[in-house]
Protein backbone atom coordinates (compact mmCIF):
# COMPACT_ATOMS: atom_id res chain seq x y z
CA UNK A 1 0.00 0.00 0.00
CA UNK A 2 0.84 3.51 -0.34
CA UNK A 3 1.83 5.57 2.97
CA UNK A 4 3.22 8.63 3.82
CA UNK A 5 4.19 9.71 7.46
CA UNK A 6 4.24 12.56 9.06
CA UNK A 7 4.44 13.92 12.73
CA UNK A 8 1.00 14.97 14.17
CA UNK A 9 1.91 17.64 15.72
CA UNK A 10 4.97 20.14 16.65
CA UNK A 11 5.79 22.94 19.23
CA UNK A 12 8.59 25.53 18.37
CA UNK A 13 9.32 28.98 19.32
CA UNK A 14 8.78 32.19 17.94
CA UNK A 15 12.75 33.08 16.35
CA UNK A 16 14.12 29.47 16.35
CA UNK A 17 14.27 27.09 13.33
CA UNK A 18 11.88 23.32 13.40
CA UNK A 19 11.90 20.55 10.84
CA UNK A 20 9.52 18.86 9.83
CA UNK A 21 9.94 15.35 8.03
CA UNK A 22 7.64 12.99 5.94
CA UNK A 23 8.81 9.19 4.76
CA UNK A 24 6.88 7.71 2.16
CA UNK A 25 6.52 4.23 0.96
CA UNK A 26 4.45 4.93 -2.76
CA UNK A 27 3.84 3.02 -6.15
CA UNK A 28 6.55 5.47 -8.09
CA UNK A 29 7.84 8.53 -6.95
CA UNK A 30 7.44 11.49 -9.91
CA UNK A 31 7.53 14.55 -7.00
CA UNK A 32 6.90 15.92 -3.73
CA UNK A 33 5.47 18.94 -2.38
CA UNK A 34 4.64 20.52 0.70
CA UNK A 35 1.75 22.37 0.89
CA UNK A 36 1.11 25.29 4.33
CA UNK A 37 -2.42 24.86 5.81
CA UNK A 38 -4.37 27.70 8.06
CA UNK A 39 -7.02 26.47 9.83
CA UNK A 40 -10.13 26.45 8.35
CA UNK A 41 -8.43 27.48 5.21
CA UNK A 42 -7.53 25.98 1.94
CA UNK A 43 -3.98 24.03 1.59
CA UNK A 44 -1.47 26.54 -0.44
CA UNK A 45 1.81 25.75 -2.44
CA UNK A 46 5.35 25.58 -0.49
CA UNK A 47 7.66 23.93 -2.49
CA UNK A 48 8.60 20.98 -5.45
CA UNK A 49 10.96 18.74 -4.72
CA UNK A 50 11.70 15.65 -7.93
CA UNK A 51 15.31 15.84 -7.54
CA UNK A 52 17.68 14.89 -4.32
CA UNK A 53 19.08 18.09 -2.53
CA UNK A 54 17.67 20.93 -0.75
CA UNK A 55 15.69 23.83 -2.31
CA UNK A 56 15.41 26.75 -0.58
CA UNK A 57 12.92 29.99 -0.87
CA UNK A 58 13.72 32.49 1.59
CA UNK A 59 12.71 31.42 5.29
CA UNK A 60 11.51 27.86 4.30
CA UNK A 61 13.60 24.74 2.52
CA UNK A 62 13.45 21.75 1.58
CA UNK A 63 14.63 18.87 1.28
CA UNK A 64 14.45 15.32 -0.39
CA UNK A 65 16.18 11.99 -0.57
CA UNK A 66 14.59 9.33 -3.40
CA UNK A 67 16.89 6.13 -2.04
CA UNK A 68 16.13 6.86 1.55
CA UNK A 69 11.98 7.76 0.75
CA UNK A 70 12.57 10.97 2.94
CA UNK A 71 12.09 14.85 2.73
CA UNK A 72 11.78 17.59 5.07
CA UNK A 73 10.54 21.15 5.73
CA UNK A 74 12.96 23.60 7.08
CA UNK A 75 11.44 26.69 8.34
CA UNK A 76 13.65 29.43 10.02
CA UNK A 77 12.95 32.43 11.87
CA UNK A 78 9.44 31.32 13.29
CA UNK A 79 7.00 33.85 13.18
CA UNK A 80 3.66 33.39 14.56
CA UNK A 81 1.83 33.42 11.32
CA UNK A 82 3.52 30.42 10.68
CA UNK A 83 1.37 28.31 12.96
CA UNK A 84 -0.66 26.01 10.65
CA UNK A 85 -0.22 22.38 9.28
CA UNK A 86 2.33 21.25 6.78
CA UNK A 87 1.57 18.63 4.24
CA UNK A 88 3.40 16.56 2.17
CA UNK A 89 2.95 14.77 -0.90
CA UNK A 90 3.83 12.55 -3.52
CA UNK A 91 2.89 12.66 -7.12
CA UNK A 92 3.13 8.63 -7.41
CA UNK A 93 3.39 6.85 -10.77
CA UNK A 94 -0.05 6.72 -11.45
CA UNK A 95 0.16 10.92 -11.70
CA UNK A 96 -1.99 11.03 -8.48
CA UNK A 97 -1.03 13.45 -5.10
CA UNK A 98 -1.14 10.96 -2.30
CA UNK A 99 -1.18 13.10 0.92
CA UNK A 100 -0.14 12.75 4.13
CA UNK A 101 -2.09 13.68 7.15
CA UNK A 102 -0.37 16.53 8.07
CA UNK A 103 1.75 18.26 10.85
CA UNK A 104 0.19 20.45 13.27
CA UNK A 105 2.90 23.43 14.13
CA UNK A 106 2.16 25.28 17.11
CA UNK A 107 4.87 28.44 17.52
CA UNK A 108 4.98 29.52 21.42
CA UNK A 109 6.28 33.28 21.90
CA UNK B 1 -8.72 37.52 -10.30
CA UNK B 2 -10.80 34.72 -8.52
CA UNK B 3 -8.93 31.66 -8.30
CA UNK B 4 -11.07 29.19 -7.52
CA UNK B 5 -14.97 29.34 -5.81
CA UNK B 6 -16.77 26.94 -4.36
CA UNK B 7 -20.56 27.18 -3.34
CA UNK B 8 -22.23 26.47 -0.77
CA UNK B 9 -19.43 27.66 2.58
CA UNK B 10 -20.90 25.19 4.56
CA UNK B 11 -24.40 23.28 4.31
CA UNK B 12 -26.19 20.68 6.78
CA UNK B 13 -27.76 18.34 4.98
CA UNK B 14 -30.35 15.48 5.87
CA UNK B 15 -29.18 12.36 5.24
CA UNK B 16 -30.68 10.98 2.04
CA UNK B 17 -30.88 13.73 0.50
CA UNK B 18 -29.45 15.02 -2.73
CA UNK B 19 -26.77 17.74 -2.64
CA UNK B 20 -24.31 19.41 -5.63
CA UNK B 21 -21.58 21.30 -4.51
CA UNK B 22 -20.31 23.92 -7.33
CA UNK B 23 -16.38 24.63 -8.45
CA UNK B 24 -15.45 26.90 -10.35
CA UNK B 25 -12.13 28.55 -11.60
CA UNK B 26 -11.22 30.87 -13.92
CA UNK B 27 -7.62 30.49 -14.73
CA UNK B 28 -8.21 28.07 -17.37
CA UNK B 29 -6.55 25.16 -16.07
CA UNK B 30 -6.99 21.63 -17.85
CA UNK B 31 -7.10 19.44 -14.79
CA UNK B 32 -9.26 19.62 -11.94
CA UNK B 33 -10.31 17.45 -8.73
CA UNK B 34 -12.39 17.04 -5.90
CA UNK B 35 -10.89 16.00 -2.20
CA UNK B 36 -12.29 15.07 1.13
CA UNK B 37 -10.80 15.94 4.09
CA UNK B 38 -11.27 14.66 7.51
CA UNK B 39 -9.56 14.87 11.42
CA UNK B 40 -6.28 12.87 11.00
CA UNK B 41 -6.31 12.18 7.70
CA UNK B 42 -4.88 13.11 4.65
CA UNK B 43 -6.78 14.81 1.81
CA UNK B 44 -8.59 12.01 -0.14
CA UNK B 45 -9.03 11.90 -3.76
CA UNK B 46 -12.50 11.10 -5.02
CA UNK B 47 -12.94 12.10 -8.30
CA UNK B 48 -10.78 13.98 -10.77
CA UNK B 49 -11.02 15.55 -14.22
CA UNK B 50 -7.81 15.79 -16.61
CA UNK B 51 -9.31 18.02 -19.22
CA UNK B 52 -12.91 19.10 -19.93
CA UNK B 53 -14.87 15.88 -21.06
CA UNK B 54 -13.71 13.26 -18.70
CA UNK B 55 -13.59 12.36 -15.62
CA UNK B 56 -11.84 9.35 -13.17
CA UNK B 57 -12.43 8.13 -10.18
CA UNK B 58 -9.67 8.35 -7.30
CA UNK B 59 -9.61 6.81 -3.80
CA UNK B 60 -12.84 7.07 -2.27
CA UNK B 61 -15.26 8.09 -5.36
CA UNK B 62 -18.48 5.67 -3.82
CA UNK B 63 -21.28 7.68 -3.15
CA UNK B 64 -19.94 10.75 -5.23
CA UNK B 65 -20.47 11.89 -9.03
CA UNK B 66 -19.04 14.58 -11.23
CA UNK B 67 -19.18 16.13 -14.81
CA UNK B 68 -17.12 18.26 -16.71
CA UNK B 69 -19.06 19.94 -19.59
CA UNK B 70 -16.85 22.79 -20.08
CA UNK B 71 -13.41 24.04 -18.59
CA UNK B 72 -14.57 26.10 -15.46
CA UNK B 73 -16.70 24.04 -13.72
CA UNK B 74 -16.77 20.66 -11.69
CA UNK B 75 -19.80 20.19 -9.49
CA UNK B 76 -19.58 17.41 -6.99
CA UNK B 77 -22.85 14.93 -6.33
CA UNK B 78 -23.63 13.27 -3.49
CA UNK B 79 -26.89 11.79 -4.95
CA UNK B 80 -28.24 10.03 -1.21
CA UNK B 81 -26.23 11.95 1.43
CA UNK B 82 -25.17 9.41 4.42
CA UNK B 83 -23.63 10.55 7.90
CA UNK B 84 -19.95 9.11 6.56
CA UNK B 85 -19.78 11.58 4.37
CA UNK B 86 -19.15 14.28 6.79
CA UNK B 87 -16.49 16.30 5.58
CA UNK B 88 -14.77 19.29 4.51
CA UNK B 89 -14.92 19.05 0.58
CA UNK B 90 -11.77 20.89 -1.14
CA UNK B 91 -11.45 21.34 -5.17
CA UNK B 92 -8.78 21.99 -6.66
CA UNK B 93 -7.30 22.49 -10.36
CA UNK B 94 -3.90 22.39 -12.23
CA UNK B 95 -2.78 23.31 -15.05
CA UNK B 96 -2.11 19.95 -16.54
CA UNK B 97 -1.53 16.60 -15.26
CA UNK B 98 2.47 16.46 -15.60
CA UNK B 99 3.92 16.31 -12.02
CA UNK B 100 5.23 19.81 -11.81
CA UNK B 101 1.52 21.25 -12.21
CA UNK B 102 1.00 22.84 -8.89
CA UNK B 103 -2.66 22.06 -7.49
CA UNK B 104 -4.54 25.15 -6.84
CA UNK B 105 -7.20 24.84 -3.74
CA UNK B 106 -10.51 26.36 -3.18
CA UNK B 107 -11.98 27.84 -0.16
CA UNK B 108 -13.42 24.75 1.10
CA UNK B 109 -17.22 23.32 1.42
CA UNK B 110 -17.71 22.48 4.89
CA UNK B 111 -20.34 19.60 4.95
CA UNK B 112 -22.40 17.84 7.84
CA UNK B 113 -25.00 15.13 7.06
CA UNK B 114 -27.16 14.20 9.93
Known amino acids: GQNIDQPTEMTATEGAIVQINCTYQ??????LFWYQQHAGEAPTFLSY??LDGLEEKGRFSSFLSRSKGYSYLLLKELQMKDSASYLC??????????WGAGTKLIIKP | IAGITQAPTSQILAAGRRMTLRCTQD?????MYWYRQDLGLGLRLIHY???????GKGEVPDGYSVSRANTDDFPLTLASAVPSQTSVYFC?????????????FGPGTRLTVL
Open chain 2, 92 to 104: ASSPGIASTDTQY
Open chain 2, 27 to 31: MRHNA
Open chain 2, 49 to 55: SNTAGTT
Open chain 1, 26 to 31: TSGFNG
Open chain 1, 49 to 50: NV
Open chain 1, 89 to 98: AVFDSNYQLI
